[in-house]
């Protein structure tokens, strides 16, 4: 017992920075107040003292605002951050090393008895506010982003966002360099939000920026053709963009002086 408690302290401070010393993990972490207590219910689930098994974690509910049922199977090292508003169903099970964050919820999606809740492997850390539903497994090492709705198994290693959740990872394929090459070309940075984020507006500007691409192949194509033929071609620059910033109303965007200024630069075609 002492061993487990050893490593839910040291494991505490591994994953947050705001633990300072033993004591404030052992008194002030509803987090780990809530599985030390949730052990204790879990015994007597199991034991077949169900009534008071319930009463005690409905107790430890009230502590600390962290609901697990008493039949929940949870692994080693299991860490809830901040805490409240989590919420593990009766059959769920959680593996080693596992993370959540407050408002949590791994649910069930059906009033039939037997297996109804999420099964969570080694090392998934969910973000604050996310629910996963379900009989669904969600694999070794992965990670559900904060708000995001789980209803489908997720494979180890994959990182999942959204509502309905859907995979995301970081593309590294040809496509993608050509976009990242093109949005340079062209003075517009696709990529400066967070990568993994499915924005249906950055989907949107990749098709345009890969029908860019492909148009500007053509172009270069076309103009060595024709120079072959002997025409003269000029070559004419893409014109650079502006230093203004987006604002708001008729204040002056950033780099310029006055709304006069503005009149015809990037940012105030855009704020129009």
């Not at 996310?130 to 994959?158: E, F, M, Q, W």
């Not at 090459?181 to 950055?202: L, R, W």
């Not at 989907?203 to 002997?230: F, P, Y």
Request: aromatic share 6%; with cysteine; charged share 25%.
């Amino acid at each position: 017992m002492f061993d487990t408690l050893r490593e839910d302290i040291r494991c505490i401070f591994e994953r947050d920075p705001a633990a300072r010393s033993t004591l404030e993990i052992l008194t002030a972490y509803p987090g780990l107040h809530a599985v030390l207590v949730h052990r204790m219910s879990h015994r007597l689930w199991h034991w077949g003292w169900r009534w008071l098994a319930r009463v005690l974690s409905h107790f430890a509910r009230w502590l600390t605002g962290i609901e697990i049922h008493p039949g929940a199977t949870l692994g080693r090292r299991f860490f809830i951050d901040h805490g409240m508003g989590v919420v593990i169903g009766e059959t769920a099970v959680i593996g080693d090393d596992c993370t959540l964050y407050h408002g949590v919820t791994l649910g069930g999606t059906s009033w039939n008895k037997g297996k109804r809740h999420p099964t969570l492997g080694d090392n998934v850390v969910v973000g604050a506010g996310a629910k996963v539903l379900g009989p669904i497994t969600i694999g070794n090492g992965a990670r559900v982003g904060s708000n995001a709705v789980v209803v489908k198994d997720v494979p180890d290693g994959a990182t999942v966002v959204g509502i309905p959740g859907r995979i995301v990872s970081r593309k590294t394929d040809e496509h993608h360099e050509r976009r990242r090459a093109i949005a340079e070309k062209i003075g517009f940075d696709a990529y400066g939000t967070t990568q993994d984020m499915p924005d249906p507006v950055a989907n949107a500007i990749n098709c345009m920026l890969d029908h860019i691409h492909a148009m500007d192949s053509k172009m270069e194509e076309m103009c060595k053709g024709l120079k072959a033929l002997g025409a003269e071609l000029g070559d004419i620059p893409v014109p650079p963009l502006g230093s203004c910033e987006i604002r708001s109303g008729s204040e002056p965007a950033g780099g310029c002086k006055s709304a006069e200024e503005c009149s015809g630069c990037p940012a105030e075609r855009t704020e129009k």
